[in-house]
């Protein structure tokens, strides 16, 4: 887990491989939702940018002061491949007060 301070901005990156042979692939789609510390929604679904082949990216400011909020920031990326089949990934970063 990685830590930032409020007004930072944080960069998510999802590789997506076959599970199988290792090699990178490009799934139908790939969505991000960031939620807050007090568990509301701060960035619904939203597309991932694809960089490259089996690369996505998505850049999440976190609001300054006095609005920004301290503390974990639970991400899930959901991934819809062929036949609709999904997968969903949960992680998070924290943001720290700024010293």
Known sequence: MSAFN???T???TALMTDPDTGDAVEPNNV???IDLPDNTISQAET???????????????ISAEPTGQIGIYPFRITVTG???RKAIYKS???VEASI
Do not use: C, H, P
């Open 6 to 8: 409020l007004g930072a």
């Open 10 to 12: 944080v960069r998510v």
């Open 31 to 33: 969505t991000i939702r």
């Open 47 to 61: 597309a991932m940018t694809n960089t490259i082949l089996g690369t996505y990216l998505y850049y999440y400011t």
């Open 82 to 84: 062929a036949l609709d």
């Open 92 to 94: 998070s970063f924290t």
